[in-house]
């Protein structure tokens, strides 16, 4: 007996973009107002000016279904388009019911695949990866992928190791099927030797980093994980035109971003440094940064655009994509 398979689309690209940060912006100074932290040292120590905390009674759920709307709408779909839905996310109060399948529901996807993925800050890399290989299937044409978190839920925030760090938001784009493939393969793995290293203990406790040895694995080890995405996708990095890593430190950032141009990436390569305005939002940050660098017209529609998310786990992963 032979098994019918469904039938495969040609690729899958991102069709469209949509992002929410909550309206309280929380400054360096505020939070230098309560801690004995300034705004020089935080500056200096991570890149971030401004942050957004969300109300207390602002969930996960609330934001990611903001941003998913937003996204299905930017692609010029419905919720009846949308055959499933991933909500990339490591802060949900509870784990069950899980995320997804309430977003679905109060956006109006009905009966859709609905599942969350906790890769931490590589959750949306991981999830559009599974995205385009579910569309590329043939399983459903249009896959609604978020990354969605509320990191002040977990942060103690007298803690000024983390609280100047972390902040809330999130991000969204509808994966689809095309013609033409625009979604490269992922090069993803994870380092769980070093899984103490950020942490959440139990459901009474608070996120745990270790920075330094973040820090120190982040600068030498993610810099291969995005020559290795480009490598896979067949794309020269002279031919990138953005860079969107997570947004988990500017420091970080910038030293990936040196690494590139040193192998070969062009001298106007367009960074994402959404970090100084909206600090580390795990999973939401990518595509958080690249909505809000299309609105400010820093990039455009047709862009190649070189992504990698990394951390707790460690996890890590990226892929190169083109911008909707």
């Keep these: 007996m032979s098994i019918a ?3 495969a689309a040609a690729g899958s690209r991102i069709l469209g973009l949509g992002s929410y940060q909550p309206d309280t912006v929380v400054s360096n100074h505020d939070l230098a107002a309560r801690m004995d932290t300034s705004d020089e040292w935080i500056r ?24 998913g709307t937003k996204a299905i709408e930017d692609a010029g779909l419905t919720p009846s388009d949308i055959g499933a839905v991933i909500v990339a996310t490591c802060t949900m109060p509870s784990t069950i019911p899980n995320a997804a399948a309430q977003v679905a529901d109060r956006i109006g996807v009905k009966a859709a695949a609905a599942f969350d993925l906790n890769a931490a800050c590589a959750g949306f890399c991981y999830a559009v990866a599974t995205a385009a290989d579910i569309v590329r299937a043939g399983t459903v044409r249009n896959v609604l992928v978020i990354g969605a978190e509320k990191l002040t839920d977990w942060t103690h925030q007298d803690d000024r190791s983390t ?7 999130a991000g969204a784009v509808v994966v689809g099927a095309s013609d033409e493939n625009q979604i490269g393969p992922v090069a993803w793995g994870s380092a769980g030797d070093m899984s103490e290293v950020i942490r959440i203990d139990d459901r009474d406790s608070f996120i745990h980093q270790e920075g330094q040895t973040v820090f120190r ?9 995005a020559l290795r995405a480009a490598e896979l996708a067949g794309v020269d990095l002279a031919e990138v035109d953005v860079f969107a890593p997570h947004q988990a430190n500017l420091r970080i950032i910038e030293a990936i971003a040196k690494r590139l141009h040193k192998n070969g990436a062009r001298e106007d390569l ?6 100084v305005e909206s600090g580390n939002t795990s999973s939401a940050s990518i595509p958080l940064a690249l909505d809000h660098m299309r609105a400010s017209g820093e990039i455009s529609r047709g862009d190649v655009v070189l992504m990698v998310g990394f951390g707790a786990g460690l996890s890590y992963a990226g892929q190169v994509v083109r911008c909707p």
Excluded at 217 to 225: E, F, G, L
Excluded at 270 to 275: E, L, P, S
């Design 163 to 169: 609280a100047i760090i972390f902040a809330d938001g």
């Design 44 to 67: 200096d120590r991570v890149g971030i000016v401004n942050r957004r905390f969300a109300a207390k009674d602002e969930g996960v759920v609330d934001m990611a279904v903001t941003a």
């Design 270 to 275: 367009k960074v994402a440094r959404d970090i």
């Design 5 to 7: 398979a469904p039938r």
């Design 217 to 225: 694995w982040a600068t030498t080890q993610i810099a291969p994980v």
